[in-house]
């Protein structure tokens, strides 16, 4: 177990639907990092929150909006849904949000399907 | 060009033997980090071990270590002792230490490693 939990661990929606995502990083970690892995993208970082504020983005889509909250847990919204957004999402946590030792550890996953 | 190359798609090992797993990576970054995860057919991902652009010693944890050829470019993963648990896909990664990269891990395809009672 990596202390790093999230919620649902899977969803199923319909296309142009809305679903929000949720992630509590591990105790003492100030910075959050979404990941989302599919089968033909792989492992693609979406963005990432270090103590409340965005720091950086990755390939994340203008329909999807994240943001961290003052308890520092996350969330990740995903509207206007497409079948092409059927991936495992991914929530890890940091202590410093930066720097070559900085490990993230991850959470189990949100499998989302999209029909 | 990819950052990080995982040739391996597929690895059979018998239990109890050992295996390795290759990585090479691409970076002009002197400083960076080296990531392995596991990810069961369960789905989390876990981290394994980690080697530093600057570490001297190849790491190990436990059953794994790391062989790090730094002029090869290369983190090859060593697993000892195989067992049934280790089947798996395993992931490497890096983490760039500057420029627009310091912030995100990038991965390889990964390889899946059947352990073969």
């Known amino acids: 177990d990596s202390g790093v939990t999230q919620t649902p661990k899977h969803l199923i929606t319909a296309t142009g639907q809305r679903v929000t995502l949720r992630c509590s990083p591990r105790s003492g970690d100030l910075s959050v990092y979404w990941y989302q892995q599919s089968l033909d993208q792989g492992l693609q970082f979406l963005i990432q929150y270090y103590n409340g504020e965005e720091r950086a983005k990755g390939n994340i889509l203008e329909r999807f909006s994240a943001q961290q909250f003052p308890d520092l847990h996350s969330e990740l919204n995903l509207s206007s849904l497409e079948l092409g957004d059927s991936a495992l999402y991914f929530c890890?946590?940091?202590?410093?949000?930066?720097?070559?030792?900085?490990?993230?550890?991850f959470g189990p996953g949100t499998r989302l399907t999209v029909l | 060009a990819q950052k990080i190359t995982q040739t391996q798609p597929g690895m059979f090992v018998q239990e109890k033997e050992a295996v390795t797993l290759d990585c090479t990576y691409d970076?002009?970054?002197?400083?960076?980090?080296l990531f392995w995860y596991k990810q069961p057919s369960s789905g989390e991902m876990i981290f394994l071990i980690y080697q530093g652009s600057y570490d001297q010693q190849n790491a190990t944890e436990g059953r794994y270590s790391l062989n790090f050829q730094k002029a090869r470019k290369s983190a090859n993963l060593v697993i000892s002792a195989s067992q049934l648990g280790d089947s798996a896909m395993y992931f490497c990664a890096m983490r760039e230490g500057s420029g627009g990269s310091n912030y995100k891990l990038t991965f390889g395809k990964g390889t899946l490693l059947t352990v073969n009672p």
């Open positions: 890890a946590s940091s202590v410093a949000g930066e720097g070559i030792t900085d490990t993230q550890y």
């Open positions: 970076t002009s970054d002197p400083s960076y980090g």
